[in-house]
């Protein structure tokens, strides 16, 4: 059975730091790749980043870019979402997801997804 697993939500001050663990199983890691999705209280969820767990190649929304790092351990299934400087706006349920691919255009990241995780709270107070 295909698993994602968020971890790491938690409430942060303005400007602090959080790290975000996407923990997979269920089919073999190196053959997809992985992204990290938020969805803030009355908006549609949206595609932050991804990475490909074989090439390492990684992508990021301008909102997130130069804040937010995205990593993964291919040994333990497993890819991070570091996320730095937060805003009140970052506020959001974040969720990883797996696609044979992603394609990087923010309005089109969730095209190809095939397996959600159920999400983690993250909140920044200002």
């Known amino acids: 059975e295909v698993q994602l697993v968020e971890s790491g939500g938690g409430l942060v001050q303005a400007g602090g730091s959080l790290r975000l663990s996407c923990t997979a199983s269920g089919f073999t890691f190196d053959d997809y790749d992985i992204g990290w999705f938020r969805q803030a209280p009355g908006k549609e969820r949206e595609g932050i980043s991804c990475i490909s767990s074989s090439a390492g190649t990684t992508y990021y929304v301008d909102s997130v870019k130069g804040r937010f790092t995205i990593s993964s351990d291919n040994a333990k299934n497993t890819v991070y979402l570091q996320m730095n400087s937060l805003k009140p706006e970052d506020t959001a349920v974040y969720y990883c997801?797996?696609?044979?691919?992603?394609?990087?255009?923010?309005?089109?990241?969730?095209?190809?997804?095939?397996?959600w995780g159920k999400g983690t709270l993250v909140t920044v107070s200002s």
């Open positions: 997801a797996r696609a044979p691919y992603f394609v990087t255009r923010p309005q089109d990241m969730g095209i190809m997804v095939d397996y």
